[in-house]
């Protein structure tokens, strides 16, 4: 079964400089789906980026851009120019890019919480 | 654009009480599942389905039934609600294309005393 962790379950930045969430994986599958969920106070859950395992380039959502390293299963999300609004529990989560047997399913780390000080 | 739609946002049980959770979608999602996050354990998998008639265990089915019905709906119950069932639940739905993120209700929060 496929894993996700988070190794820093909290994190802070100082407004407008750059903080990187850590995430790693473990599967033995070839083709896959990764994301990044951004969840803020109001407990909504928000995707910040995705990431097709089979692209060698990393995804970029404006201030936000991943660093995906499939030999290293680690997909670390980088937040530039933070702003207040980017305080959240950030998640990471592995979805399998075959249709059957379960692995529909998103699987998810367990979270950073991540705080930005003006 | 409804999304997602959970029912209802609160909901504080006694012991022993069962109750469902409701959650429909309107984008003619294949895919639903619910999670339930707590503290410090992210969110994890109870029950999903990959369509109508369809339904499957996640990673904590223990103590709560699903049903689909719909392609739009979704329920969850809760047969005989315990204090370890206090958490907070969402509801999530996706197209059945794996490169989709997941479409999330607004969570609903149980209380069980």
């Known amino acids: 079964a496929q894993t996700v962790t988070q190794s820093q379950p909290e994190m802070s930045v100082q407004e407008a400089e750059t903080v990187t969430l850590s995430c790693t994986y473990d599967?033995?599958?070839?083709?896959?789906?990764l994301f990044w969920y951004k969840q803020p106070p109001s407990r909504q859950m928000i995707l910040v980026i995705r990431?097709?395992?089979?692209?060698?380039q990393n995804a970029t959502e404006n201030r936000f851009s991943v660093n995906f390293q499939k030999a290293a299963k680690s997909f670390s999300l980088k937040i530039s120019d933070s702003q207040l609004g980017d305080a959240a529990m950030y998640f990471c989560?592995?979805?399998?890019?075959?249709?059957?047997?379960?692995?529909?399913?998103?699987?998810f780390g367990k979270g950073t919480k991540l705080t930005v000080n003006p | 654009n409804a999304g997602v739609t959970q029912t209802p946002k609160f909901q504080v049980l006694k012991t022993g009480q069962s109750m469902t959770l409701q959650c429909a979608q309107d984008?003619?999602?294949?895919?639903m599942s619910w999670y339930r996050q707590d503290p410090g354990m992210g969110l994890r998998l109870i029950h999903y389905?990959?369509?109508?008639?369809?339904?499957d265990q996640g990673e904590v089915p223990n103590g709560y039934n699903v049903s689909r019905s719909t392609t739009e709906d979704f329920p969850l119950r809760l047969l005989s609600a315990a204090p370890s069932q206090t958490s907070v639940y969402f509801c999530?739905?996706?197209?059945?294309?794996?490169?989709?993120?997941?479409?999330f209700g607004n969570g609903t929060r149980l209380t069980v005393t």
């Open positions: 999530a739905s996706s197209p059945i294309y794996y490169n989709s993120p997941l479409h």
């Open positions: 599967t033995s599958e070839s083709d896959y789906y």
């Open positions: 990431q097709e395992a089979y692209k060698q």
């Open positions: 989560a592995y979805r399998s890019a075959r249709p059957q047997g379960g692995s529909e399913k998103l699987v």
């Open positions: 984008m003619n999602h294949e895919y």
């Open positions: 389905s990959v369509g109508a008639g369809i339904t």
